[in-house]
């Protein structure tokens, strides 16, 4: 697979540049990468200062770049449709292997630019999501004698995003209803009765990192259904170079990037409301039925909120550009980066059924290739299971082709054989 990202990114040693082993290519269902469109203006002059450096993805950089700047603009800065304001803030999940994606190597290097471009980043910087509450209490507005959080920024990042689908799914959990409406830019409220809490106007962006293993078994209809996952950006992002000795580890030194992002995201924060030009008013009328026509399944689902997003990374291209308003360039760099999002989703899920048992199963049955048996399975579920929640567990699998039955003769009654589906190889 070839494609102008790629030949953009792995230049030849030489120049500065560490030289890179070869790497082999990705498997042949790997996502086409973003479109160079997609790495418009500043964001793209950055990781094209980065990406020779480093194993991570172009796209892992660009996807964090885009989201950390939304994060430390704030909410003065917005997209309008009818009574409904779209701030820069989104949400993002890179999913990649674990510790081969280099995701955390792409986040640091936009970290350590964006605390040099804004001393506040760092504050304004957590780790992890355990609850809705804990959420609200870190951008709780003032109440009696506690100030409350004096900035309402807050970046979020979840190097184990699957904790935030396992803490989703439980019945009391405040987490999904919390983080839609932190998307959304609602007031959230924690409503208790010994340390009741409010937050307005908080500004809340979310960087979390999966494998795609996890992903589809941690993923249920329930979350995709009741637009949680699809408030969402999804990233595949893998090593896209080996560096032995690694690369310069301040890649973007004496480039002068790091000031101007600083004016960069001053001037965002005073913009206002950003409308479309005239010309992109006239272009997002074309793009408009594109984007709200759904796929099909629990693709279409989890892409559900196609034109919110594009909104909103639109605004991003924009305020970056140091523009009030957004134009056609900005929407075209967007559309470009949310068709990757759409083929990283479909990547990601492949032929995920959205039933967390399911998935179980269908894991175990990949890591045994010789297959299990009916009774194998009942003991991997721990026979805490009615029998009719496995066999519909096996059916959604079967229906999905994901597994195969089969009978193997025993001494005595022949047994039922469970075996996984080939995957396609790389």
Known sequence: MTSQVVSLFDQPAGDGRPRALPLPPPPADWPAPPE???YHGLPGQIVAKIAPHTEADPAAILTQLLVCCGAMIGRDAYFQVEATRHHPNEFLVLVGDSAKARKGSS???VARLLSKADPAFTSRLSTGLSSGEGLIWTVRDPAGQDPGAIDKRLLVVEPEFATVLKSTSRELSTLSPTLRSAWDGRQLALLTRTAPARATEAHISIIGHIT???LRRHTTTVEIANGFLNRFVFAAVRRVRLLPEGGDPDPLKGTGLSRYLTTVL????????VPLSPASRELWWQLYPQLTQPADGLLGQLTARAEAHVVRLALLYALLDGQKTIAPEHLHAAVALW??????????????TGDPLAEHIHAALARTPNGLTRTQIRDLCQRNLPTERVEQALHTLAAAGRAHQARTLT????AELWTAA????A
């Open 339 to 352: 068709n990757y999002a759409q083929r990283s989703a479909a990547w990601a899920l492949g032929q995920a």
């Open 107 to 109: 986040f640091d290097h």
């Open 411 to 414: 001494r005595g009654r022949p």
């Open 422 to 425: 080939p995957t396609i190889d």
């Open 36 to 38: 160079q469109v997609a």
């Open 212 to 214: 795609q293993t996890e």
């Open 266 to 273: 001053t001037h965002a924060r005073a913009v206002g409301k």
